[in-house]
């Protein structure tokens, strides 16, 4: 399966941002990355439902709603209604993980369970099986343009190998710190999915910085 770089919108300019996905949609992306904070579960804020519903109107590509969120139970239905295609919680975010991820799925969109940097991939040993992607933070979340942490390289390739030995069946997505060198790094260690905010709305062609990185991880 070919991978792919799916786009955080987190960096797109905003006053603009229907065009902004409109030329990335263009060039051929296929997933749309939208990142959603709460200012609690992380310091920043950034978009809720009414983003999802707005760029649902005017996009056909898959979006995969990123829930950086306190009590996510309380928007999983409310997200799924507004477009989501696919929402990935935090394993840190609840006290009841299966029952999110079952929630997930009632509502009709694929899921996916995030790790923190601190998070070993071994507490997702009862549920990876279940899951259609295993995200990897590879920055602590909250913000675009920070690095990439070296060190989660090894949790993407623990994540790859016990996908392997149990038969199982999810993406593995990669996030933060991503450019044209990390990009190639994650990709070699297992990703099937790696998102980039900064390297792709920080160039002055995000359509062109979109192909760039596209090639490279499947070159
Ligand atoms: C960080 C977000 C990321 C962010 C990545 O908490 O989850 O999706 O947009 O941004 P870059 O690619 O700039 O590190
Ligand atoms: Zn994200």
């Given at each position: 399966m070919a991978k792919v770089v799916a786009p955080s919108i987190l960096s797109a300019d905003f006053s603009c941002l229907g065009r902004q996905v409109a030329v990335l949609e263009a060039e051929g992306a296929q997933i749309l990355h939208i990142d959603v904070m709460d200012?609690?579960?992380?310091?920043n804020i950034s978009v809720g439902p009414l983003v999802v519903g707005a760029l649902r109107c005017h996009s056909k590509l898959f979006f995969d709603v990123h829930l950086m969120i306190e009590r996510p139970e309380t928007y999983i239905d409310i997200f799924a209604r507004e477009g989501a295609d696919h929402i990935t919680v935090h394993w840190e975010s609840t006290k009841h993980i299966y029952r999110l991820i079952q929630q997930v799925k009632a509502s009709g969109c694929q899921v996916g369970v995030a790790l923190n940097p601190g998070t070993s991939f071994e507490v997702l040993d009862c549920v990876a099986g279940d899951l259609d992607m295993v995200l990897i933070m590879s920055v602590n979340p909250g913000f675009g343009g920070q690095d990439y942490i070296a060190d989660m390289s090894a949790k993407i390739a623990k994540a790859a190998r016990w996908r392997a030995d149990n038969k199982a069946h999810y993406r593995i997505e990669v996030d933060g710190g991503i450019n044209m060198d990390t990009a190639a790094v994650a990709a070699e260690a297992g990703a099937d999915v790696v998102v980039a905010g900064a390297a792709i709305f920080g160039d002055g062609k995000p359509g062109e910085a979109w192909k760039r990185l596209q090639l490279t991880i499947n070159g």
């Amino acid at each position: 399966m070919a991978k792919v770089v799916a786009p955080s919108i987190l960096s797109a300019d905003f006053s603009c941002l229907g065009r902004q996905v409109a030329v990335l949609e263009a060039e051929g992306a296929q997933i749309l990355h939208i990142d959603v904070m709460d200012g609690h579960f992380v310091p920043n804020i950034s978009v809720g439902p009414l983003v999802v519903g707005a760029l649902r109107c005017h996009s056909k590509l898959f979006f995969d709603v990123h829930l950086m969120i306190e009590r996510p139970e309380t928007y999983i239905d409310i997200f799924a209604r507004e477009g989501a295609d696919h929402i990935t919680v935090h394993w840190e975010s609840t006290k009841h993980i299966y029952r999110l991820i079952q929630q997930v799925k009632a509502s009709g969109c694929q899921v996916g369970v995030a790790l923190n940097p601190g998070t070993s991939f071994e507490v997702l040993d009862c549920v990876a099986g279940d899951l259609d992607m295993v995200l990897i933070m590879s920055v602590n979340p909250g913000f675009g343009g920070q690095d990439y942490i070296a060190d989660m390289s090894a949790k993407i390739a623990k994540a790859a190998r016990w996908r392997a030995d149990n038969k199982a069946h999810y993406r593995i997505e990669v996030d933060g710190g991503i450019n044209m060198d990390t990009a190639a790094v994650a990709a070699e260690a297992g990703a099937d999915v790696v998102v980039a905010g900064a390297a792709i709305f920080g160039d002055g062609k995000p359509g062109e910085a979109w192909k760039r990185l596209q090639l490279t991880i499947n070159g």
